[in-house]
Structure formats: structure tokens, C-alpha cells
């Protein structure tokens, strides 16, 4: 990148100086260069005014974002040319030398100073009681000025251990209509939240009707999922994303985020991608008039896991 | 006229002049490499500059508000003070979304800037001594732009950053002891509370950014106090600094970048749309938008949380959530090494002298080695951010992907790095003047002569030491 530059402007350099012909550059061929760059330079300069004035009369017209893009862009890339050129053609080139002054100080003052501040230290160091006393009352301090941290948030106490959905929660869906067990078909899937908690982040379950015959609940479970109604937690075990994807022909549950994939038919068990935990299920029942509602809260804390989980 | 006489006055007051005289002349290196830093730099003006007029529109509220406003399809929606402010000083603020779009395009550009420099760095040993502190500073601004990338665009409150949102909170509730406390002192309560916006916004525009600025200053003070490394070449030495002066003709050449920096943002900004939050949608707790990747600069993160096995595991009866490995140890390991690498250099090969003198890549195989396989890994993790989408293109089930993506991660790397190996040491042996010079047979001697030293050399680090020391290492003497 260096050029070698013959035409001796900027004589008396105060710190930078001219190499005496640096070796191996005496014999490489000087670049030609065209004639007047001052043209080109004064012509991109000129198109970054009409550029510039193009921006403000089109920003007084009522804007458009794809020509204040342009405008803007070609003013700046006609100063960009302007000045680089400039600089390359018109300006004195270098190479320019600057020596490295040396660091790390010389043994006298090192020395000097090491002596100097013994002796402060020293003079501080003899009341050593008052040191000590010192730290303690700063370690305290600074320990007390830690407990404003506490005023950024709630304790977490049972927040995650538990969800709105109590037993009798009705079933609604995002914008509170109560969810009727004969509006889902087979097949069909259903974001549901207790009511009155719709914008909870916890509560979202998703509730799917799957073929009577091929659902096969553990002993344990039967009863939680009337006339093939099944709900399990919409949060994904992984990192808490909404597991949005339901695939009919399979009964498997895709989280769009990490791919996790979980299997309806065997309790949201993980079958492949990061999640290591079911998706807990939601216990449900159909009142009387067709309407669903849960028989209790999730089986386990929903969502991503945390230090005190239970197993 | 003007000029020198409130030159005199300045003069007068802080006696400036020989600073200024010293200063003016700084002699910068003409090696384009160094103009990486610089590129970072600018990105970050431009983020500031950009970033002060989006702060007068933006309102970091998670209070349901009406939009009414020029983008029809959202017009009456009940959505957050956040997102309705932000669709409205894109549509309805003029220029407001060049603004947007071009601060969301610096710091995309920011970041690959500031991992290229740090690439630059890397590769040709500019972090040995006297630089390490720079490394250290560098590094740390490293982090605390990943953070603000990330804090910025969660801002909006859109559909695709809040899932973000949620990741990163259950990324913190999965830290073991202090997990579940500290996700609620930093979010404000369980997910999603309504504290968040409003802390990312004081830590995106005050914290991280003056932060940043303080560090900037160091680092680039620090560099004007070490002075230039350079590139071996005829005339320099480890005791100078070749290359073109401040004034004129350096800052002349670096506002010119500048500007063809802004001009590319702005070019960028104006046509290339990106992040358009009216189309993904305000957040909902229970929604999710597919497919849905991070800016880039995160998504290593991402590709790590999605390859990691499904593995969980108790310590003292208690749960270590799977995010835990692949969403805090590995970034943490990550940076504690790159923390560490110039120390652990200097360790390794026992060279603890001051250099002025860059390495060419080539003059250092093993360095090579690790830089490449570790590029290669985090490149892997990148590529696997996105195999949802990778998935839907090739028609290739994704949990296949999953598992390509596994195997390839632990294959990938090692073999980056023995080829890295082989070919650099071929160049340095052959002397060959680029990887394409290189014939098979110099491949095959570097393949054999691997673990054997360098020939004609002694003790390992002897031949570096044979270089005249300079800085700190010749004051012993005087």
C-alpha cells in the first residue's frame, strides 16, 4: 500500500519523517497517474449537493423510504469518492516513519517511585487497626447497597410451580369465548386458557381431539381425557416457546423454535429435538351442558426447567 | 485568520500545541486490514446517531394502547405502547423507517465488523504483548455489543423478538442456584412481566452504549499510546511505525470511509427491508411465529440450544435444565477463553517478548489450527440455527438435520482444524506465496512433518527471540 512519492511536499514533519529511500522500493515502477483528479473529485462532490438537495426536496414532498435510501446513499458515496480520492492523489503520501519511544519506565524511576510510595504506604500501613476497620466499613456498605436489587422483582415463591387453571376453570379461547366440547372436530386443535387469566404466560394449553379409540391414557390418567379430549401445556419443556404446530395424521406436537417434537399419544413425551420432559397434562372434564373445564391444574410446572423442579 | 488566532487562544489556555503537533502527525499503517476496526467504529457512530432519533419516537410501554395510524391493516388493533410506537415511527414518521432500518442494518454490520477485527487480531498476533489489554477491552466490547444487539431488537415487542424474549428468560431460569431469583429481579416477575421493555430500553440507550463509549475511548487510547502494530516489510522494524500521517492525509482516506459506510448502510436501510415487525405481529404469550431465527450474531446461540441432546440432569436432587450447556456454559466458555488466549499463548510457546511486528497467519500453524476449527464451529452452530428452514427447502425431515447437525458439529471442527494445519504448514515450509502455489508433495511433507519443529530452530521460541525487543523490554538496561 505504501507509495513512494517523489515530489518532496511537507518538508519539516515535525514527528513523522521520510524514510532515506526505504530498501527494496527504490526499484518498483511509480504508479501513473491520470492528470487533473480535480475534475472527478469536484464532480462527486457536486453530485453529493444535488444528491443532498434531492433528499431535502423529497423529505419536504412527504418522504418515500427507498429514495431517501438512495439519495442519502449516493450523497455519501460521492464524498466517500471525493475525499478518498483526494486523499490518495492530492495529499502528500507517505511512507512516513514515526519511531516507537520505549515503555516501561527506566530503573531510577521505578525505583524512585516504588521508594516514594513505600514510604506513603508505610505511613498508612502503621495504623494497621484503622485499615482494618476501614475495609469493614466499606465491605458493609457496599454489602447494604446490594439490597436495593432486591426492589427489581417479585420473590418467585410458588409462581412457578403453579397456573391459574384451578379445578372448575372453564375453558375459553384468546378472546374469552367458553369452549364447547362439540367444537372441536377430530383432528382439530384449540389454544385454551382458564377464564379470566387469558393473558397469563403460563396458561396457555393446547386442547385436541384425537380418534377415542387410538388414545390409550395410563391408569393413573384415566378420566382426564373425556370423549377423546386431550389438553397438555402449550409451553414448550425446552426454553418455554409456544409448541404452535400440530400434526393431524401423526398426533405429533412440533415446537417451532428448537424442534423439539413431542408424542400426544404417548403423554407429549419428547421423541426427538432438545426437550428432555413431557409436556404436563391438563386434567379435563365435559360439564353437563357440553362445556369443558379442568378438573385441577397441570400434573407438574409447565414450561422450561429450574433448580428447585420437582422430578 | 480566525482559525490561528482561536488557535493562540486555545494555546494560551491548555497549552495544546505540541500535543496537537504529535498527534496530527500519528503515523497510521496503509495495510487495509486496519481499516476493520474502523469500520466498527463508524457502524457504532452511526448507531448512535440513528439510535438518538428512534429514542425521541419509541415508547418502552407494555400498556395496551390503540394504534391509529398510517399502516391500515393494524389500524384500531389494541397492541402495546411499544409496538404501536414503533409501527408508528416507521409509517408515520418521516424517515422514520430509513432511521429504523438503518440502525437495525449497522448493527448487523457493527458486529460482523467488530468479529472480522477480531478475526484480523487473531490471526496475525496483534494481541501479544505490549496489546493485551487491548485484546481484553476488545473482547469485553465484544459481549456487551451481542447484548445490546440483543436488548435492541427485543425492543419493538413484536411476535418473533418477545419468543425471544421468553428464550432468554428461560435461558436465566435454567442457571443453577440462582436461576429462578435472578429471572425474577431481571424480568420483573414471572414471563412475561411488564417490566422488561422498559429495562431493556435504559440498558440498550444509557447502560451498554455508555459502556461502550468509555471503553472505545480506552481502547483507542491505548492504541494512539502503544502506537500502530505493522505488517514485516522493507524499512520497518520493531522499533517504527510506517505509514501515512493523521493529517492530512490519513483522516481525509478514514471520513471517506465513513461515508461509503454510511452510504452502504443507507443504501441498505432505504432498499433492503428487515426486521418488519408489522408483518410478524404484536406478541402474544401463547403465539409463536415459524420460522423464526435471531439476528445473526446470536444465532449461535440459537444453533447451539437446537443441537444440544435432550439431556437433563440433578445435582444434590436438584434439576440443571437442558438451555443451561448450550445457552450459558458454552457462551461463557467462549469468552472465557477468548479472555484468556493471549495469556495462554504466551504460555504455550513462551513468548513473552513486546512485538511491533505482526506474524503472517502462516508463520504460526497451530494458531491457525485453533482460530479455524473454532471458526468452523461457531459457522456450524450458525448454519444449524436455521435447519427448520434448511428443512423446508431440501424436503429433508428436520429431526434428520438434528442429527446431521450433531455429528457434523463434533466432526466438523477437528477436521477444519487439522486441514488448517496441514495447509499452513505446507505454506510456511514451502514458502510458497499463496494456497494455491502449494503442490501436493509440499501437502505431504507438512503431513509428515507434523509434530516435528520447525527445521533449523532450536528451543521452541528461540527463533522469536532473536528479534530485537523493544518497548518494556529493553528498559531493563538503560
Redesign the interface.
Known amino acids: 500500500m505504501t507509495r513512494p512519492d517523489a515530489d518532496g511536499r511537507d518538508a519539516g514533519v515535525p514527528a513523522g519523517r521520510r524514510p532515506g529511500a526505504p530498501e527494496g522500493e527504490a526499484g518498483r515502477p511509480v504508479r501513473v497517474r491520470p492528470p487533473r483528479p480535480e475534475r472527478r473529485i469536484a464532480a462527486a462532490f457536486g453530485l453529493t449537493a444535488a444528491a443532498a438537495i434531492g433528499f431535502a426536496a423529497v423529505y419536504w414532498q412527504g418522504g418515500q423510504t427507498q429514495l431517501e435510501g438512495v439519495l442519502l446513499a449516493v450523497a455519501f458515496a460521492g464524498l466517500a469518492y471525493g475525499l478518498g480520492a483526494w486523499s490518495a492523489r492530492l495529499m502528500p503520501q507517505g511512507p512516513f516513519v514515526e519511531e516507537h519511544e520505549p515503555f516501561g519506565s527506566s530503573r531510577r524511576q521505578r525505583a524512585a517511585f516504588a521508594a516514594e510510595f513505600e514510604e506513603d504506604v508505610q505511613a498508612i500501613s502503621r495504623r494497621r487497626f484503622l485499615g482494618r476497620a476501614l475495609v469493614l466499613a466499606v465491605g458493609a456498605l457496599g454489602a447494604a447497597l446490594l439490597f436495593p436489587l432486591r426492589s427489581l422483582g417479585p420473590r418467585p415463591g410458588r409462581a412457578l410451580y403453579q397456573t391459574p387453571w384451578r379445578a372448575g376453570a372453564q375453558a375459553v379461547t384468546a378472546d374469552g369465548r367458553p369452549v364447547r366440547a362439540a367444537d372441536l372436530a377430530v383432528g382439530s386443535v384449540l389454544t385454551v386458557f382458564p377464564a379470566g387469566h387469558v393473558e397469563a404466560g403460563d396458561s396457555a394449553a393446547l386442547l385436541i381431539r384425537v380418534d377415542a379409540d387410538v388414545l390409550r391414557p395410563a391408569p393413573e390418567r384415566a378420566g382426564w381425557s373425556p370423549q377423546g379430549l386431550v389438553a397438555h401445556s402449550k409451553l414448550c419443556t425446552h426454553a418455554g416457546c409456544p409448541v404452535g404446530l400440530y400434526e393431524q395424521g401423526s398426533n405429533l406436537l412440533f415446537c417451532p423454535c428448537h424442534q423439539s417434537v413431542f408424542d400426544l399419544l404417548d403423554r407429549a413425551r419428547p421423541i426427538s429435538g432438545p426437550a428432555a420432559r413431557p409436556l404436563p397434562q391438563l386434567p379435563i372434564e365435559i360439564t353437563a351442558d357440553g362445556y369443558v373445564r379442568a378438573r385441577g391444574d397441570f400434573e407438574g410446572p409447565v414450561g422450561p426447567g429450574f433448580w428447585s423442579r420437582p422430578p | 485568520m480566525i482559525l490561528r488566532r482561536s488557535a493562540r487562544w486555545l494555546d494560551d489556555r491548555l497549552g495544546a500545541a505540541s500535543v496537537a503537533?504529535?498527534s496530527l502527525?500519528?503515523?497510521f499503517p496503509?495495510?487495509?486490514s486496519f481499516m476493520l476496526g474502523e469500520i466498527a467504529l463508524y457502524c457504532f457512530v452511526t448507531l448512535v446517531l440513528t439510535g438518538v432519533f428512534l429514542t425521541f419516537f419509541f415508547e418502552p410501554g407494555t400498556n395496551d394502547v390503540v394504534y391509529h395510524g398510517a399502516y391500515a391493516p393494524l389500524d384500531g388493533a389494541r397492541v402495546s405502547a411499544a409496538y404501536a410506537s414503533s409501527v408508528r415511527l416507521s409509517f408515520d414518521v418521516?424517515?422514520g423507517?430509513?432511521m429504523r432500518?438503518?440502525h437495525h442494518w449497522a448493527a448487523l454490520v457493527f458486529l460482523a465488523a467488530i468479529v472480522v477485527h477480531l478475526c484480523r487480531i487473531f490471526f496475525t498476533g496483534a494481541f501479544r504483548r505490549?496489546r493485551e489489554l487491548n485484546w481484553l477491552i476488545g473482547v469485553s466490547m465484544l459481549a456487551l455489543s451481542l447484548f445490546n444487539g440483543f436488548s435492541g431488537y427485543s425492543l419493538p415487542d413484536d411476535l418473533l423478538s418477545g419468543?425471544g424474549l421468553?428464550?432468554a428468560?428461560?435461558?436465566t431460569?435454567?442457571?443453577?442456584?440462582?436461576?429462578?431469583?435472578l429471572?425474577?429481579?431481571?424480568?420483573?416477575?414471572?414471563?412475561?412481566?411488564d417490566?422488561i421493555i422498559h429495562r431493556l430500553f435504559v440498558v440498550h440507550i444509557l447502560l451498554v452504549p455508555g459502556l461502550l463509549v468509555g471503553l472505545l475511548a480506552a481502547h483507542i487510547g491505548i492504541l494512539v499510546r502503544?502506537?500502530h502494530s505493522q505488517f514485516p516489510?522493507?524499512?520497518r522494524t520493531?522499533?517504527?511505525?510506517?505509514?501515512?500521517?493523521l493529517w492530512?492525509?490519513?483522516a481525509?482516506?478514514s471520513?471517506?470511509?465513513?461515508?461509503?459506510i454510511?452510504?452502504?448502510l443507507?443504501?441498505?436501510?432505504?432498499?433492503a427491508q428487515i426486521n418488519p415487525i408489522w408483518l410478524y405481529g404484536p406478541f402474544?404469550?401463547?403465539?409463536?411465529?415459524?420460522?423464526?431465527q435471531p439476528d445473526w450474531y446470536i444465532g449461535w446461540v440459537?444453533g447451539a440450544?437446537?443441537?444440544?441432546?435432550?439431556?437433563?440432569f440433578?445435582v444434590f436432587g436438584?434439576?440443571?435444565?437442558?438451555?443451561f450447556v448450550?445457552a450459558v456454559l458454552v457462551p461463557g466458555v467462549t469468552f472465557l477463553a477468548l479472555y484468556l488466549w493471549p495469556f495462554l499463548e504466551q504460555w504455550l510457546t513462551r513468548d513473552r517478548d513486546?512485538h511491533?511486528l505482526l506474524d503472517r497467519p502462516r508463520d504460526h500453524p497451530v494458531r491457525c489450527a485453533a482460530g479455524a476449527g473454532t471458526l468452523a464451529f461457531y459457522g456450524l452452530l450458525l448454519a444449524t440455527a436455521s435447519?427448520?428452514v434448511v428443512a423446508r427447502l431440501t424436503r429433508v425431515p428436520?429431526?434428520s438435520l438434528?442429527w446431521a447437525g450433531r455429528v457434523i458439529l463434533l466432526v466438523g471442527p477437528p477436521v477444519a482444524a487439522a486441514a488448517t494445519y496441514v495447509v499452513v504448514r505446507a505454506l510456511r515450509d514451502s514458502g510458497a506465496e499463496g494456497v494455491l502455489q502449494v503442490s501436493f508433495g509440499q501437502l505431504v511433507a507438512a503431513v509428515r512433518a507434523t509434530g516435528r519443529r520447525r527445521p533449523g530452530r532450536g528451543a521452541r521460541g528461540q527463533g522469536r527471540r532473536r528479534r530485537p525487543a523493544?518497548?518494556?523490554?529493553?528498559?531493563?538496561d538503560?
Open positions: 503537533r504529535t502527525s500519528k503515523v496503509d495495510h487495509w418521516r424517515t423507517l430509513l432500518q438503518v505490549p419468543v421468553r428464550i428468560y428461560s435461558i431460569l435454567s442457571i443453577p442456584v440462582v436461576g429462578s431469583w429471572a425474577f429481579l431481571v424480568f420483573g416477575g414471572e414471563f412475561p412481566a417490566q502503544q502506537k516489510g522493507p524499512g520493531e522499533h517504527n511505525v510506517v505509514g501515512s500521517k492530512p492525509t490519513y481525509t482516506r471520513t471517506a470511509l465513513f461515508c461509503a454510511l452510504a452502504v443507507l443504501a441498505l436501510g432505504g432498499f402474544e404469550p401463547s403465539q409463536v411465529s415459524s420460522p423464526a440459537e440450544l437446537r443441537m444440544y441432546p435432550p439431556w437433563e440433578r436438584r434439576l440443571v435444565p437442558n438451555p448450550p513486546a511491533q435447519n427448520d428436520v429431526a438434528t523493544t518497548i518494556a523490554g529493553g528498559s531493563e538503560r
